[in-house]
């Protein structure tokens, strides 16, 4: 069982930056781990993805270049450094772990994942 805890969304203005963490625990082997978002009226989608072993990471078309994927393995934390956050960034960020493994990418369909944190809120105001 995996239990994951999110912190550090809020509210920036557009341009700027946020550093999401999930914090892991649990007695647990994942290979994958990710994040993905919600907003208001739309589907959860994924945002980036990266095996636990080995540090491979692959992202969404609309976040290349500005979120960047990254673990601590030593502190069962995943983060995710958001930078030029765009009002079409906010939403709803959740942690999930157990993605499914595709090669050395993981999986960015929600429906691959087996376990979810609570979420926490990110809003961008243009």
């Known amino acids: 069982q995996i239990q994951l805890t999110e912190s550090g969304g809020g509210s920036v203005q557009a341009g700027g930056s946020l550093r999401l963490s999930c914090e892991a625990s649990?007695?647990?082997?994942?290979?994958?781990m990710g994040w993905f978002r919600q907003a208001p009226g739309k589907e959860r989608e994924g945002v980036a993805g990266?095996?636990?072993?080995?540090?491979?990471?692959n992202y969404d078309e609309s976040v290349k270049g500005r979120f960047t994927i990254s673990q601590d393995n030593a502190k069962n934390t995943l983060y995710l450094q958001m930078n030029s956050l765009k009002p079409e960034d906010s939403g709803v960020y959740y942690c999930?772990?157990?993605?499914?493994?595709?090669?050395?990418?993981?999986?960015?369909?929600?429906?691959?994942?087996?376990?979810w944190g609570q979420g926490t809120q990110v809003t961008v105001s243009s």
């Open positions: 999930a772990a157990a993605l499914a493994r595709i090669g050395n990418s993981c999986s960015l369909n929600p429906k691959s994942a087996s376990y």
């Open positions: 990266i095996v636990t072993i080995g540090g491979h990471t």
């Open positions: 649990g007695n647990f082997r994942t290979s994958c």
